[in-house]
């Protein structure tokens, strides 16, 4: 079993707090900013920060999707979503950049062992940064 990753990065028009506020609203924000490969979207407890607890289906592909459970921490440049239900962590890093925000999103995961392991390493992390794009895309938009 390895160790998958996927990352995407973004520059967007506000600035560092405004930024991280706006990755941290799992109420508002978020359901504006994802794709439509994400369903069933729904927060189950807080909505805004800390301690809030979200659940979503991802369809990563026609055949592959995942169930998410994820807790969310805050620190002073980073919101954190770990799943209960897999090793998937996902992190949302926010840096100064010019005028605006440097956003990197990361999603990181215990992969599938021997052959299937292979490809997943290969192909999952490639499907996973084009949704990403599309996510950072919508909170620059949202942002701007």
Known sequence: MGQVNASS????????????????DYETVRP?????NYHDYKVIEGGKGAGTVVEWTLQ?????SR???????VSDSMVTERDSNSTMV????????????LVTVRTSWKGA?????FFEGIFAPLGL????AQVL??????LG
Do not use: C, F, M, Y
């Open 113 to 117: 062992g021997g052959v299937p392991g």
């Open 67 to 73: 169930n998410v459970h994820a807790t969310i921490s």
């Open 60 to 64: 990563a592909t026609q055949k592959r």
């Open 137 to 142: 895309e919508n909170l620059k938009s949202e």
């Open 32 to 36: 504006r900013i994802l794709t439509s």
């Open 90 to 101: 996902t992190t949302w890093t926010v840096t100064p950049s010019g005028s605006g925000s």
């Open 9 to 24: 990065s973004i520059v967007v028009p506000a600035d560092p707090q405004r930024t991280l506020d706006a990755i941290a």
């Open 129 to 132: 940064k084009k949704i990403q």
